[in-house]
């Protein structure tokens, strides 16, 4: 692993710092310098192996973005100021569209359109939590997405603990009846983002396995890593023929209160008042430009992101940094020069609520040639490795060496892709590359009223587009055929 510190509390970076200080462009010997300083000559030896003469004109570009990008910030402070929380299917997410059509169209970009679709809609209503006894004392919550109403008059029930996912599984069918599940775990913070995986099945699966158990409602520890009375929302999931029920998040310290009070032995009550409505289908949409390549048949580079954010706070890490990323860079693709391929920039609509504008745009382009897709979803700080799903070892190592200056190590790993792009990736079995952002303070945020512009820093910001530039314009240019790796033998 590269032996980058993790942000500090400005929200930069030592290595930043190092960076600026030492000037940008920056040199391959400066940045040599700077992995030693900071013990990672682990890592320079090995990433050597792969080097390859970085085009000029590309490095030019990279270099520029890192210095100078204010493309991206001028989207995610846009997007955060003049349009604000814009949940998937409302009237502020039909703002956001309009808003995302005037910036694409005033960038340059070709073929600007909106491309409608209908969605079911939920929308939240009061939300309070408060034990009733033997402690009684208010507690910050929040719905989940999908969760249905306790009604005005709330739901007032025993609180049955599950430390774990896993426990909540192994709990007899019926022995939650009328009961108020409550599922606990412990989201560690990481680099990768990994942790979510362990603690995410409480959010997202949770409240309907708790539902086939019988309970009347369900709480959940936040799915984060803060230490603030902040609940995290999210949207969780009931399958076909199991009723939803009320179901929310307590913030992080309010969950602890709540073990603490449980490990005393006694029963403990809570009055929970969550009155969300289901508003039926609302129209959503997808924001597109492209940049125009030269050779139609070359197939279609897809660069996304997602437009619509949660209700709570103005998503500036979730997702307007990664739309303003994916935009800034296929900007500065532009400012190169015709590229081979067309470069197509999906700002999707209604991702937090179910991946709407993904699957949606899957289907109005299953017969376009797409050939390689990526997405920017998981903030703003700074990209610090690269995964491939990729063919070509050649197209593979020129953009690992075209990143290698920015501090971006390469991965083992299989690219995924990301949520939006899921869907026509599936479908067409794409090539992808995945440039991972650095997620150790992004379950801070996540879903929460604090993902909000302060938290961007300018400088890990324009570290992105300088990432996204090189692979991009690797990728349109390359004269190789792109397609995903083979599917390895077992
Ligand atoms: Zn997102
Ligand atoms: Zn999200």
């Given at each position: 692993m590269i032996g980058l510190a993790p942000p500090l509390a400005s929200g930069r970076s030592r290595f930043n710092r190092a960076w600026q200080d030492a000037g940008a462009p920056i040199s391959l010997a400066a940045m040599t310098r700077i992995q030693l300083a900071l013990g990672a000559t682990a890592l320079f030896v090995s990433t050597t192996a792969f080097a390859q003469a970085v085009d000029p004109r590309l490095a030019a570009a990279r270099d520029d973005a890192l210095a100078n990008d204010t493309v991206a910030w001028d989207i995610t402070e846009g997007l955060t100021t003049e349009v604000g929380p814009r949940q998937g299917g409302t009237e502020a997410e039909a703002r956001g569209r309009a808003w995302a059509l005037a910036k694409l169209t005033a960038l340059g970009?070709?073929?600007?359109?909106e491309e409608s679709f209908m969605m079911p809609t939920w929308v939240r209503g009061d939300e309070t939590a408060e034990i009733v006894s033997p402690f009684p004392q208010k507690m910050a919550v929040t719905a989940l997405g999908g969760s249905s109403s306790t009604g005005a008059k709330g739901l007032e029930a025993e609180i049955v603990y599950f430390p774990t996912y896993a426990d909540l599984e192994a709990a007899p069918v019926g022995s939650l009846k009328g009961k108020i599940a409550f599922i606990s775990h412990s989201m560690i913070r990481t680099q990768d983002g990994s942790s979510y995986g362990f603690a995410g099945p409480a959010r997202w699966t949770g409240p309907n396995l708790a539902a086939t158990k019988g309970a009347a409602g369900i709480v959940i520890k936040s799915i984060g890593t803060d230490r603030h009375r902040n609940p995290h929302t999210g949207g969780t999931g009931f399958q076909p023929g199991v009723k939803p029920i009320p179901s929310g998040a307590l913030s992080i310290p309010d969950a602890e209160n709540l073990e603490r009070m449980l490990k005393r032995g006694r029963p403990v009550r809570m009055k929970l008042v969550l009155t969300p409505r289901d508003i039926g289908q609302q129209r959503s949409g997808n924001v597109i430009g492209e940049v125009l390549?030269?050779?139609?048949?070359?197939g279609i580079v897809l660069i996304a992101c997602h437009l619509d954010s949660w209700d709570l706070a103005t998503g500036a890490t979730d997702d307007a940094s990664g739309c303003g990323i994916v935009a800034a860079a296929a900007k500065r693709l532009m400012a190169m020069g015709t590229p081979r391929r067309t470069v197509r920039v999906l700002w999707a609509g209604a991702e937090e609520v179910g991946i709407h504008g993904g699957r949606a745009y899957a289907e109005a382009h299953k017969t376009d040639r797409h050939v390689v897709a990526m997405e920017s979803d998981f903030g703003a700080d700074r990209v610090w490795r690269v995964d491939f799903n990729l063919g070509s070892t050649a197209v593979a190592d020129r953009i690992a060496s075209a990143v290698r200056p920015l501090g971006v190590t390469r991965g083992q790993r299989l690219a995924g892709g990301g949520a939006d792009i899921g869907p026509i990736i599936a479908a067409q079995s794409l090539a992808s590359v995945d440039l991972q952002q650095d997620g150790t303070r992004y379950f801070d945020l996540h879903?929460?009223?604090?993902?909000?512009?302060?938290?961007?820093?300018p400088v890990q910001l324009r570290q992105n587009v300088a990432a996204w530039v090189a692979a991009l314009s690797v990728l349109a240019n390359a004269s190789e055929v792109l397609a995903a790796a083979p599917v390895a033998a077992e």
């Open positions: 970009f070709a073929n600007v359109r390549g030269s050779d139609p048949q070359a879903h929460t009223p604090d993902d909000t512009l302060d938290k961007v820093d």
